[in-house]
């Protein structure tokens, strides 16, 4: 059918994938961490307490105090590229762009900070996509992280009026292919060490204890995704959970107390991994490798390795155009 002269012009009919992690500032400094903090910690999925409660408490006192302390943090692990979690998820994008096929278009958008998810899926729509396939990279599902990926993507959904086919993407916790990645990526971490670990230590980011009882899977996942990779590493793994923040009770071991107490059981040679994240970020670089590392040895410990996430390594770029892969079904031929 021949279109007429004055008819809008309509790009070819493509598929969008957007990778979405959970954000960060623009740099590291005290100005850029607070606006990022003020849009976090605002996100009624992240802090659930009443606003009208919890506003005066983050303007009044947490985005007054805190935002020069975890500046001073991300300076220690900020990249020529910027943040490691922004320029690894956007290295993570460019390596699966073509991946899927010449018709399908892959980018990443920042659930807090730049780019948004909404631009992005704006920009995706602008590009000829009209079924989006949007990925949290959250491999345990949790509704502080998975949920409000979502959320906004829904959102940026309802302001639209020729809106895209919408898929997302499940957790992978127990995937084979996510156990079979983290199994390669840690023995290949464990053979570059010039000592032999007394214990492995998988750290989670940790999450209210409440979020439990109300009946978020996240801990459930977590436990499940540290006992399969123990069983196929052949050992047991210690889980902990990190980022205690506020006076709430939280889920439990967690991973500061547990690197203090280790030497004193005889455990003086660690290693620590952090499944539950798809990209090295501020907690993995500076609360586990830096301050986890000081705390460990300050406690007796003599040695002490942080074995990097799967980022954009080859193992890890495999898993995700893997199960990308798999949700693309029907949408695209496999390659």
Same mark, same amino acid.
């Given at each position: 059918?021949?279109?007429?002269?004055?008819?809008?012009?309509?790009?070819?009919?493509?598929?969008?994938?957007?990778?979405?992690?959970?954000?960060?500032?623009?740099?590291?400094?005290?100005?850029?961490?607070?606006?990022?903090?003020?849009?976090?910690?605002?996100?009624?999925?992240?802090?659930?307490?009443?606003?009208?409660?919890?506003?005066?408490?983050?303007?009044?006192?947490?985005?007054?105090?805190?935002?020069?302390?975890?500046?001073?943090?991300?300076?220690?692990?900020?990249?020529?590229?910027?943040?490691?979690?922004?320029?690894?998820?956007?290295?993570?994008?460019?390596?699966?762009?073509?991946?899927?096929?010449?018709?399908?278009?892959?980018?990443?958008?920042?659930?807090?900070?730049? +780019?948004?998810?909404?631009?992005?899926?704006? *920009? =995706?729509? @602008?590009? %000829?996509?009209? #079924? &989006?396939?949007?990925?949290?990279?959250?491999?345990?599902?949790?509704?502080?992280?998975?949920?409000?990926?979502?959320?906004?993507?829904?959102?940026?959904?309802?302001?639209?009026?020729?809106?895209?086919?919408?898929?997302?993407?499940?957790?992978?916790?127990?995937?084979?292919?996510?156990?079979?990645?983290?199994?390669?990526?840690?023995?290949?971490?464990?053979?570059?060490?010039?000592?032999?670990?007394?214990?492995?230590?998988?750290?989670?980011?940790?999450?209210?204890?409440?979020?439990?009882?109300?009946?978020?899977?996240?801990?459930?996942?977590?436990?499940?995704?540290?006992?399969?990779?123990?069983?196929?590493?052949?050992?047991?793994?210690?889980?902990?959970?990190?980022?205690?923040?506020?006076?709430?009770?939280?889920?439990? +071991?967690?991973?500061?107390?547990?690197?203090? *107490? =280790?030497? @004193?059981? %005889?455990?003086? #040679? &660690?290693?620590?991994?952090?499944?539950?994240?798809?990209?090295?970020?501020?907690?993995?670089?500076?609360?586990?490798?830096?301050?986890?590392?000081?705390?460990?040895?300050?406690?007796?410990?003599?040695?002490?390795?942080?074995?990097?996430?799967?980022?954009?390594?080859?193992?890890?770029?495999?898993?995700?155009?893997?199960?990308?892969?798999?949700?693309?079904?029907?949408?695209?031929?496999?390659?």
């Amino acid at each position: 059918m021949t279109l007429p002269a004055d008819h809008p012009k309509i790009p070819p009919a493509r598929i969008g994938v957007l990778l979405v992690n959970l954000g960060t500032p623009d740099a590291p400094d005290p100005g850029a961490v607070k606006r990022y903090l003020g849009e976090f910690l605002s996100d009624r999925r992240v802090v659930e307490i009443p606003p009208l409660l919890w506003q005066p408490i983050l303007r009044g006192i947490i985005l007054r105090t805190r935002p020069k302390k975890s500046a001073h943090a991300y300076a220690q692990v900020w990249r020529e590229d910027g943040s490691p979690l922004a320029a690894i998820t956007k290295a993570q994008a460019r390596g699966l762009d073509g991946a899927f096929g010449a018709s399908v278009t892959v980018l990443h958008a920042m659930r807090y900070g730049k +780019p948004s998810v909404g631009e992005q899926i704006a *920009a =995706l729509k @602008a590009q %000829g996509c009209e #079924r &989006v396939l949007v990925a949290p990279l959250y491999p345990q599902y949790c509704a502080a992280t998975t949920a409000t990926a979502n959320d906004v993507a829904f959102a940026a959904l309802m302001a639209m009026r020729w809106q895209p086919a919408l898929r997302t993407l499940p957790p992978y916790y127990d995937d084979p292919a996510y156990i079979a990645a983290l199994k390669t990526s840690v023995e290949e971490g464990l053979a570059g060490l010039d000592f032999e670990p007394d214990a492995v230590i998988a750290s989670f980011h940790g999450m209210p204890q409440r979020t439990l009882e109300l009946g978020d899977p996240y801990h459930c996942h977590c436990r499940k995704t540290g006992r399969l990779l123990g069983e196929a590493l052949g050992r047991e793994l210690i889980v902990t959970f990190q980022s205690r923040f506020g006076r709430a009770k939280w889920l439990e +071991p967690a991973t500061d107390t547990t690197l203090e *107490a =280790l030497p @004193a059981k %005889g455990i003086r #040679r &660690v290693a620590i991994v952090a499944p539950g994240f798809s990209a090295d970020c501020l907690e993995t670089l500076e609360e586990l490798a830096i301050r986890g590392r000081e705390s460990f040895l300050e406690s007796g410990g003599t040695d002490f390795a942080y074995l990097p996430c799967l980022n954009d390594s080859a193992t890890g770029m495999e898993l995700l155009r893997q199960i990308i892969g798999r949700e693309l079904a029907g949408w695209v031929n496999p390659a």
